[in-house]
């Protein structure tokens, strides 16, 4: 059946005549965002960053510490960690991320993927050293490394670029959220929307893809929003994006306004509706690779039931077709 949409899944096989799977690497980097306590950063963010599932083993355990107010110290310096720990820690988690794919997918091509935190935000000698070992380990089809639009300076652009020749594609995955300047400054995310389009435009001009990472559902918003967020996304001619409903995590600055009753999290209904029209504002060229948060439910307070991936998709899907609707067609 063909989704009215463009799925990751058909992007890789298009290109690649074959299933790619990422595998994720935590390279314990840190976040400008937060401070070395832990405290501040995205009123989301629960400090423990995003994990693929074969990692989650150690999550009960692990606690991540942030930065900021310490001058240039980054928390592998805060928490002692030297790199070649950092770079052990990274080979286990690729060999491990492998083992899994293998063995669930009889995967056969991978990608690289920096997934938690802000993978660029450290000294370009300690990204290089991190980037370098961890490409040397397999023949990855593409490496993708997520951060803020905030840290992309020329010199870390200058070293992303370096790889386009070494892979099939480097990407970078960069956080918007929304196009509404008051939702990032609720939020706490500490940039606003010119830095994004910065960033998107000094990474293009390099070579290099882009996925937006963007929100549905935030407190205050609504279709307008939605709107304005899609066209900024399509504006910037952002390669990819990965839709998130609005999950409330446990010990966050969301949880505390969840318990006083000032905000809510999407339905199933309302969020299949939301992607929808999201989806339909979005132009047919964007890659769609996620339309839900997929936070583990020990770390979620809200929404506490909502279905599996594959059921919201089917759901999306078959909203779509039904209609006659397909990605891009209100652009
Ligand atoms: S930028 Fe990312 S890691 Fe940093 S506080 Fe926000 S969500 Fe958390």
Redesign the pocket.
């Known amino acids: 059946m063909e989704l009215p949409y463009l799925s990751y899944a058909r992007h890789l096989q298009n290109r690649y005549k074959a299933r790619v799977y990422r595998i994720g690497v935590d390279g314990l980097f840190s976040?400008?965002?937060?401070q070395y306590d832990g405290k501040?950063?995205?009123a989301?963010?629960d400090?423990r960053?995003g994990s693929a599932v074969y990692h989650r083993i150690e999550e009960h355990a692990s606690s991540r510490l942030?930065y900021a107010e310490q001058g240039q110290l980054f928390e592998s310096e805060i928490s002692g960690v030297s790199l070649d720990q950092r770079v052990a820690l990274i080979l286990s988690q690729i060999e491990r991320g492998k083992a899994f794919v293998q063995h669930r997918y009889k995967a056969q091509q991978y990608s690289l993927y920096f997934q938690s935190?802000?993978n660029t935000y450290d000294s370009i000698e300690n990204l290089k050293t991190l980037y370098d070992t961890a490409l040397s380990t397999h023949p990855f089809v593409e490496f993708i490394v997520s951060t803020?639009p905030d840290c992309l300076s020329q010199p870390v652009i200058d070293l992303l670029a370096s790889y386009t020749t070494k892979v099939e594609k480097v990407w970078v995955e960069i956080?918007l959220e929304s196009a509404n300047q008051q939702s990032l400054d609720v939020l706490g995310?500490n940039h606003d929307t010119d830095c994004y389009i910065r960033a998107v435009d000094s990474l293009h001009l390099r070579g290099i893809g882009v996925c937006t990472h963007v929100m549905l559902g935030l407190p205050n918003e609504g279709r307008a929003d939605y709107l304005a967020t899609a066209r900024l996304v399509n504006r910037v001619h952002s390669d990819a994006v990965k839709i998130h409903n609005l999950h409330v995590c446990l010990g966050t600055r969301l949880d505390d306004w969840h318990r006083q009753g000032e905000v809510t999290t999407a339905s199933l209904r309302r969020h299949v509706s939301d992607s929808i029209f999201f989806l339909r504002h979005l132009h047919s060229s964007i890659v769609i690779e996620r339309m839900m948060c997929e936070t583990p439910s020990h770390r979620r307070v809200s929404p506490r039931l909502f279905p599996d991936k594959h059921q919201f998709l089917a759901q999306v899907t078959d909203g779509m077709l039904s209609h006659g609707w397909v990605q891009g067609d209100l652009v």
Do not use: D, E
């Not at 976040?31 to 937060?34: A, D, K, L, Q, S």
């Open positions: 976040c400008p965002n937060r501040g950063g995205c989301f963010c400090g960053g942030g935190y802000t803020r956080g995310r």
